[in-house]
């Protein structure tokens, strides 16, 4: 069983100690929620676990490998809570894009990725036209097109409607039951199967 293994790390940011010797360890299948204020450490976790940022000690490994090495980051997919889209770009050759650096049917996969994020019939579509939700919705479609066995979400469900939500809900459940790791942090009531919470 995989396990993304986190070991007596500490967080600081100017003189603010964010959080110090925290540990916890995940294996396939969990669904891993991070709590509390804004300020409280949760988006620099995430970018320590993502192998974005360095802890100030302490160490984090996937399978054995650590955090950083190119083995490490072959098994991470980060998505902050910024859009990352190319607004020149039409929706499908934004997850083209993606999908093409990982070796994938870019077309296919992309067209495939955004219907089943609700986006049927905005394949076309230029980014720049979009709403809010539907960037978001484009954005989060690149998770369905990536074989990373551990997504780090960062606010995932910010900008979805309810509809939205529960599409995302349900393919974080089925990235669980393929025996996949989800760390995320929000601020809203979410249903997921079997989650655990840390509080910050």
Same mark, same amino acid.
């Given at each position: 069983?995989?396990?993304l !293994?986190?070991?007596?790390i500490?967080?600081?940011r ?5 959080? %110090? ?6 294996t396939?299948?969990?669904?891993? $929620? =991070?709590? +509390?204020?804004?300020? %409280?450490?949760?988006?620099? &976790?995430?970018?320590? &676990?993502a192998?974005?940022?360095?802890? /100030?000690?302490g160490?984090?490994s996937?399978? #054995?490998?650590r955090a +950083?090495?190119s083995?490490?980051?072959?098994? !991470?997919?980060y998505?902050?809570h910024?859009p ?8 499908? /050759?934004?997850?083209?894009f ?12 992309? $067209? @495939?990725? &955004?219907? @089943?994020?609700?986006?049927? +019939?905005?394949e ?5 036209? &979009?709403?809010?939700g539907q960037? $978001?919705r484009?954005?989060?479609a690149?998770l369905l =097109?990536?074989?990373?066995? !551990? ?9 979805? @409607?309810? @509809?939205g ?5 349900? #393919? =974080?459940?089925?990235? %669980?039951? $393929?025996? +996949?790791?989800?760390?995320?942090t929000?601020? #809203?009531?979410c249903n997921?199967?079997?989650?655990k919470?840390?509080?910050?």
């Amino acid at each position: 069983m995989s396990e993304l !293994i986190v070991n007596k790390i500490s967080c600081q940011r100017g003189y603010n100690d964010l959080f %110090s010797e925290l540990s916890f360890s995940l294996t396939s299948g969990d669904i891993f $929620r =991070i709590s +509390g204020a804004n300020g %409280s450490g949760k988006t620099s &976790l995430l970018k320590i &676990l993502a192998g974005l940022s360095s802890a /100030e000690c302490g160490s984090v490994s996937y399978n #054995q490998n650590r955090a +950083g090495s190119s083995e490490y980051q072959e098994d !991470i997919f980060y998505l902050g809570h910024l859009p990352a889209l190319s607004p020149e770009l039409r929706c499908q /050759e934004n997850l083209s894009f993606l999908s093409h650096l990982q070796g994938d049917n870019a077309t296919d996969t992309a $067209r @495939d990725a &955004l219907i @089943d994020m609700g986006l049927k +019939g905005f394949e076309n579509e230029y980014a720049a036209n &979009l709403s809010a939700g539907q960037k $978001r919705r484009v954005v989060l479609a690149s998770l369905l =097109i990536n074989r990373a066995p !551990i997504w780090l979400l960062d606010e995932p469900f910010t900008a979805l @409607d309810s @509809d939205g939500i529960t599409i995302l809900e349900e #393919q =974080i459940n089925k990235h %669980s039951e $393929r025996g +996949g790791i989800c760390v995320l942090t929000t601020h #809203q009531d979410c249903n997921l199967l079997n989650m655990k919470t840390l509080s910050l």
